[in-house]
């Protein structure tokens, strides 16, 4: 198992340096967009019709992209509070219920998330935009997202069933 855990995280990892570098490219093409737009460099050239509309997909993947890998390091939002004020194994059986939460809908998502790939991909669906582009490119990423976050909501599961009857000590906002 642990060999698992640890191939998965380095899948996480290899996926949070893709969310990195699609973050460079939406960068350098927005930069581009700002120079055409401002600076003629090219005679007739006047910005990136497109930027606008790839950023806010780039925007999307990379939040799939690095969703997993951040709730595997334990850098998502968590309100802790109640955990920190209430006794330790009652903060462990918290932890537990809000993971046991976290994978239910995790795997709701995925398995709506697919429906709604698998449908748009049968009705032949597009995006009309500045471009035309098939809308099961933009609807793949969530599900295959989710599942990885399920996938990880089990790890977490693994990892407190092994540790101190506490609440985990990741982002903790309180000490």
């Known amino acids: 198992m642990e060999r698992a855990a640890s191939a998965f995280g380095k899948l996480l990892e290899a996926l949070a340096l893709l969310g990195c570098a699609v973050i460079l490219l939406m960068t350098l093409m927005i930069c581009a967009d700002v120079l055409l737009r401002n600076v003629r460099v090219i005679p007739g050239v006047y910005g990136i019709a497109w930027a ?46 809000s993971d046991t939460l976290g994978l239910v809908c995790c795997l709701m998502i995925a398995w709506y998330g697919a429906r709604a790939v698998l449908a748009s991909f049968n009705a032949g669906s597009m995006s009309i935009k500045t471009l035309v582009t098939p809308e099961w490119w933009m609807l793949t990423p969530l599900p295959i997202a989710f599942l990885l976050l399920a996938i990880e909501m089990g790890f977490r599961m693994r990892r407190l069933s092994l540790g101190a009857r506490a609440p985990r000590d990741d982002a903790v906002s309180t000490g």
Request: aromatic share 10%; proline share 7%; no cysteine.
């Open 52 to 97: 606008n509309e790839v950023s806010e997909a780039m925007l999307y993947l990379v939040t799939m992209l690095t969703a997993p890998w951040l709730l595997r390091q334990g850098q998502h939002i968590r309100v802790d509070i109640v955990l920190r004020a209430v006794p330790p194994r009652l903060g462990w059986v918290f932890e537990w219920i």
